[in-house]
């Protein structure tokens, strides 16, 4: 597995040696770049889902779990997402200039028509999620090249509501 | 059976149903079993498996179906009593805990409702005829007015004219609203119609109502509200004021008491109008009047409400009283048994909101499997929660999972409390505010106790931005996870048995075993 941590997009690759009890960190790359690995050691712990990091001589629990290939971590009372990608594979898979409904929920208002140009910030859509009104703005100026759907439809999470092009 | 302190009361009971469902059904249902009655949940069906389910000495499902057919629904859950032999039906907040023809239908199927009366509910309900009634009783109000728009909305004439009235910047609010759904702030007239329109829709999917009413928008003012407590003798008191002016888009996020805000002086003044304003409306029970402070030490009333609120520990915590017994008390028709003299100040509490939502995404309901929720504990700590380790957070409900409280000797030890205490809270597998919290709390505006309720929205919320992470840490940790192997050994918390079958740690036949933060 490959790793990358929250939103950001670049991408790690982990080598860890048995050392008895534990696992070492023994080398980290970062882009297919070589870093200096840090002194750091994980153990197991008899608590489920949690385990000890020795960074630098000094132990602290994480607690982890699966979702699918990512993993929830909290350390130091943050909860973080590391996100798993299957060796060579495709890096970065924004999805382009779509943007996707952060929720399931229904359309209540398209404002913008195919073709229409768009200024970055500006309200394509308002769709309804847990009783809330959400609006979807354009990340950066553009045309409106394709619309998925329309006002009363229910969508799901992740799905393209809209795409732009410049 | 009754239990000891509920002998010679006009009104007993034995059972109680409680009408509603998550933290709030779980805190009351345990308040309930406390006070030696017999706890009856009601449900509808995807909460089969919740926890004010499996706490309840019996639960009734309600039809399937939107909310109108089970939590909203009123003959279903006065049935469920009747079945259940409740003689009384407490409403949590939320859902019908606001109807007085729910509190009049109860009442007259000769059950006890465990809150104050249709006609109080109804007086106050309205925010004209509250308006109004405050301001004959000699409680300051905001300058605003309601107004009744056609069912097209096509025709906004007289709310133009209303809100030209009131002066910009205002607030638009559905008159039925509450907890910031139906609420807009107009900055110039030229957006009136845009978010009147997103009002009323608001509104009306949450309410099914559309009137609306206009008032001014204080900035710079803090939201403190005072705990009111009336027994059917004639005898009303306040339990000090709540500060709620840590809010984002108009929804509580953390709260304290007693106010930085408040001096001895405001306090007692405030408290007078409370009490005065629960008077004018012959007020019975546990209920809060919400005011606006200004800067100056100006107060506003702002609305009453006529139910238990979210934020109800807090008082609970620096006062000593338990709220939801004195309902109960009150309810049976027994005097409260608490004079205004031996209401006290006892150190400092703080509750900060569990949310499931990305604060980092404006604050998006987030969902998913709460694969790992273990809730912090220690000397001071309160978690009031409604869903444990394993728990599906879906959208058919309000986002707010649980309710952290702190209690400390002073401001300063409860913020550290806090911090540590939200540090401590383990939740995985759904995105939570819990890191945002943590933020807010230190923010320096919050440290020093200058907030008002415009400052988490005026902010730049890079200011509540999490620190960087740890990512060589983050991504090594990720991997020797992986390798130990603990995808498969982290369905659940030692004494909390799995389905060898499926994997889940929520199997109903097991429940009973299961220990609970």
């Known amino acids: ?166 | 059976m009754f239990p000891d302190w509920m002998q010679g009361a006009p009104n007993q009971f034995d059972t109680v149903l409680v009408a509603n469902r998550g933290e709030i059904a779980v805190r009351v249902l345990r308040a309930v079993k406390e006070a030696g009655l017999r706890a009856v949940a009601v449900y509808s069906e995807p909460d089969s498996e919740s926890l004010h389910v499996e706490i309840a000495d019996e639960a009734i499902l309600l039809p399937e179906g939107p909310l109108s057919e089970n939590y909203l629904n009123q003959e279903a859950i006065i049935e469920a009593a009747k079945s259940s032999g409740s003689g009384a039906i407490h409403p949590g907040y939320g859902f019908l805990s606001e109807r007085a023809d729910f509190a009049r239908a109860v009442s007259s199927n000769d059950i006890v409702w465990i809150g104050p009366g249709a006609e109080s509910i109804e007086v106050m309900g309205d925010k004209i005829s509250a308006r109004s009634r405050m301001i004959s009783s000699g409680v300051p109000v905001i300058p605003g007015d309601e107004v009744s728009i056609p069912e097209d909305g096509g025709h906004l004439g007289p709310l133009a004219v209303a809100a030209a009235k009131v002066g910009y910047p205002l607030l638009l609010k559905a008159s039925a609203g509450g907890g910031g759904k139906g609420m807009r702030v107009v900055r110039e007239p030229k957006m009136l119609r845009t978010e009147y329109e997103a009002a009323a829709r608001e509104a009306a999917a949450a309410f099914g109502d559309g009137t609306v009413y206009v008032e001014r928008l204080l900035t710079g003012a803090r939201h403190v509200e005072i705990q009111v407590l009336s027994d059917s003798r004639g005898n009303c008191i306040h339990l000090n004021e709540r500060d709620c002016s840590l809010q984002r888009r108009h929804q509580k996020v953390i709260e304290e008491a007693p106010s930085p805000a408040v001096s001895g002086l405001v306090r007692e003044s405030m408290g007078k109008a409370a009490v005065m304003a629960a008077k004018a409306v012959n007020y019975v029970g546990a209920g809060t009047v919400e005011f606006l402070l200004s800067s100056k030490g100006e107060f506003y009333f702002l609305e009453m409400n006529t139910r238990l609120q979210v934020e109800h520990p807090v008082t609970e915590m620096i006062t000593g009283v338990d709220l939801v017994q004195k309902q109960l008390e009150i309810a049976a028709g027994l005097e409260m048994g608490i004079s205004q003299e031996e209401v006290t100040i006892s150190g400092h509490a703080i509750e900060a909101r569990i949310y499931a939502e990305d604060a980092t995404r404006g604050f998006l309901p987030a969902i998913g499997r709460l694969s790992t929720w273990i809730a912090p504990s220690g000397p001071g700590i309160r978690v009031d929660s409604g869903v444990r380790q394993g728990d599906e957070v879906t959208v058919n409900f309000d986002p707010m999972l649980a309710k952290l409280v702190v209690h400390a000797p002073t401001r300063k030890a409860a913020i550290r409390r806090l911090d540590s205490a939200l540090s401590n809270f383990v939740a995985l597998g759904v995105v939570t505010n819990i890191g945002f919290l943590r933020n807010a709390a230190s923010h320096p505006a919050f440290l020093s106790g200058d907030i008002t309720t415009d400052l988490l929205d005026s902010s730049d919320i890079s200011e509540f931005s999490d620190p960087d992470p740890p990512a060589q840490t983050l991504v090594s940790i990720a991997e020797a996870a992986l390798r130990m192997g603990l995808d498969k050994a982290n369905h659940g918390v030692p004494g909390n048995p799995v389905d060898e079958h499926t994997g889940h740690s929520g199997d109903p036949f097991r429940t009973l075993s299961r220990s609970y933060p």
């Open chain 1, 1 to 166: 597995m490959e790793w990358s941590v929250g939103e950001n997009q670049e991408i790690y690759s982990v080598v860890l040696s048995n050392d008895g009890e534990a696992m070492s960190l023994s080398s980290l790359t970062k882009d297919g770049n070589e870093m200096v690995a840090p002194n750091l050691q994980i153990s197991s712990d008899d608590f489920p889902g949690r385990i000890v990091v020795v960074t630098e001589g000094t132990p602290k629990f994480a607690h982890v779990a699966r979702v699918g290939d990512d993993w929830w971590i909290h350390l130091d009372g943050r909860v973080h997402v590391v996100r798993g990608h299957e060796k060579g594979g495709q890096k970065g898979q924004d999805s382009d200039s779509g943007l996707t409904a952060p929720m399931p929920g229904t359309i209540l208002e398209v404002l913008v028509k195919e073709g229409q140009r768009v200024r970055e910030g500006q309200t394509l859509m308002v769709m309804e999620a847990m009783k809330m009104e959400h609006k979807i703005q354009a990340p950066g100026g553009g045309e409106v090249s394709l619309i998925h759907f329309r006002e009363g439809e229910r969508v799901d999470m992740g799905s393209v509501l809209i795409e732009l092009a410049d």
